[in-house]
């Protein structure tokens, strides 16, 4: 391309543009019979939303991805970027990016007629033919389609309907390329039927005047499914115009979900010490999640999005981090217990039901990290006997151990406990491992059985015996536990 710098060059290269959506086609269809990898970076989706992903495309589909927070549906979009040709040629200066050969605008119109093959012509890369919106209710046609200047257009002499006076707004600049808009459910209807009136005529209404415009976009959007079936959210007309709805979901393995945070977490901290997360951290940072997903203390609607193991992952590693800086270790291996100290970036991550409420959000975090811990920790131990280092405890044994406690001083008192060195090499801890390493792996059996309930553990004592089994609530409480609760203008509630 770089030998065509006029019209006249590019009118003598026979080159012609496509309509976007062919060029996006063509482009998959090429990718498709070389068998390249589409959607790189996007894990868990190959059999599901992919295939479905690339027949709403060959069909030339404006389409809707449907789905919870943190489900990779911006991401997807931002990787059709890719499906578009390097470059395209353009009129130099034009806000809606006028093909030379077939302006749209009257200022481009003009040039080409007066400047011939003379004119020059500039070439304008896919990166700048993307286009994304989040919809708010207070985002206006102006916003998304333009605005006309009244008194401009008077001073000039100018029909009113003349596009010279327009200001455009997004979706005009969005002109021969890709326009998403997120959370299309918020947008006004009025808005809606905006967007719709110029895919569908090519023209719209701007404060009572008729202004045309042919403008060639693929429209791609994402929504709440709730959201988006919720009668009356979505105007009709422009539901009809999207073509395929795609449903995307949540990782559906623990080793898909291990993957995708793996990919998108901030360990590796090349500034500093070396990192190795083992990988029974992993798991648990990742069941906490899909603990959360089906917890009924947590709203279903709004979702539990796949940012919560993210941002997770990295405050367990800060806080090992911070371990090994004060305690002069040579590397970073996060524990099991660092995962408590990041509650910070899990309590905000989910929305709470009545119940979860009651709890308090910092508690049904621990609660969800605990029983993460113990789904991970029975299913590697499972039918291994705890048994000695469990009587060790119950004989009066106390290990006081924090998370900010050296690896060093966690090995010479897990010493005195015996059998717990097994089991932390049951945990997948090599015989020569480092300190950091093998403190690791005591931390994570110690914290197995606590969610277990076999051994306890508390802030000042550090690990201990289990608690006496709780006293068995008289017939009178019972009662009372069973009654049920009605709040008014919800629906029922239970306490339990
Ligand atoms: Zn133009």
């Not at 209710?137 to 100018?158: F, N, R, S, Y």
């Not at 895919?199 to 994402?222: C, N, S």
């Not at 090994?324 to 408590?340: Q, W």
Request: charged share 25%.
């Amino acid at each position: 391309m770089a030998a065509i710098h006029t019209l006249g060059d590019l009118r003598r290269s026979g080159r012609r543009s496509k309509p976007v959506k062919q060029e996006i086609r063509d482009n998959l269809v090429c990718k498709l019979q070389k068998g390249e990898a589409l959607f790189p970076g996007i894990i868990g989706y190959d059999e599901t939303v992919v295939p479905q992903l690339v027949n709403a495309i060959l069909s030339r589909h404006n389409f809707i991805l449907l789905g919870l927070r943190g489900q990779a549906k911006s991401r997807i979009l931002r990787a059709l970027v890719d499906l578009l040709d390097a470059e395209i040629p353009v009129v130099p200066g034009c806000e809606i990016h006028d093909d030379p050969l077939a302006p749209l605008c009257a200022s481009c119109k003009t040039r080409v007629a007066t400047e011939g093959d003379e004119m020059l012509i500039s070439w304008l890369p896919r990166e700048a033919r993307y286009v994304e919106k989040l919809a708010t209710p207070d985002v206006t046609i102006a916003d998304m389609v333009g605005d006309i200047d009244p008194i401009k257009a008077a001073q000039a002499g100018l029909n009113l309907s003349d596009e010279l006076t327009m200001h455009y707004g997004l979706l005009p600049r969005a002109n021969r390329g890709i326009f998403a808009i997120n959370e299309l459910p918020d947008l006004a209807g009025k808005i809606q039927v905006g967007l719709f009136n110029i895919l569908q005529e090519g023209d719209v209404q701007i404060k009572g005047y008729p202004i045309r415009l042919k403008l060639d976009v693929m429209l791609v959007f994402t929504a709440n499914p709730e959201d988006y079936t919720a009668r009356g959210k979505i105007i009709t007309p422009l539901k009809d115009r999207i073509g395929s709805e795609i449903r995307t979901h949540y990782p559906q393995t623990r080793s898909n979900a291990m993957a995708i945070t793996k990919q998108e977490a901030w360990t590796d901290r090349v500034d500093g010490l070396k990192v190795d997360v083992p990988d029974y951290v992993r798991e648990v940072v990742e069941e906490v999640a899909f603990q959360a997903r089906a917890d009924r203390k947590i709203d279903k609607r709004s979702g539990v999005s796949q940012r919560l193991p993210i941002t997770t992952l990295e405050l367990v590693v800060s806080n090992a981090e911070r371990r090994a800086l004060a305690n002069k270790e040579g590397m970073v291996v996060p524990r099991v217990t660092d995962i408590y100290a990041a509650l910070p970036s899990i309590t905000g991550k989910f929305e709470l039901e009545y119940e979860g409420e009651l709890r308090g959000a910092e508690n049904v975090a621990r609660d969800l990290i605990r029983s993460a811990v113990g789904n991970v920790f029975s299913g590697m131990f499972d039918g291994v006997d705890t048994r000695t280092v469990v009587e060790w405890f119950d004989l009066g044994g106390t290990l006081p151990l924090s998370d900010t406690t050296s690896a060093a001083d966690v090995i010479t008192q897990a010493r005195t406990v015996q059998g717990l060195r097994e089991l932390a090499e049951h945990a997948g801890v090599a015989k020569g491992a480092s300190a950091p390493a093998m403190a690791a792996a005591i931390d994570f059996v110690l914290e197995g059985l606590c969610a277990q309930k076999k051994i306890s553990r508390s802030d000042e004592r550090g690990y201990s015996a289990a608690e006496a089994a709780p006293r068995r609530p008289s017939r009178r409480e019972e009662q009372s536990l069973e009654d049920e609760i009605r709040i008014p203008g919800s629906k029922k509630k239970y306490y339990n």
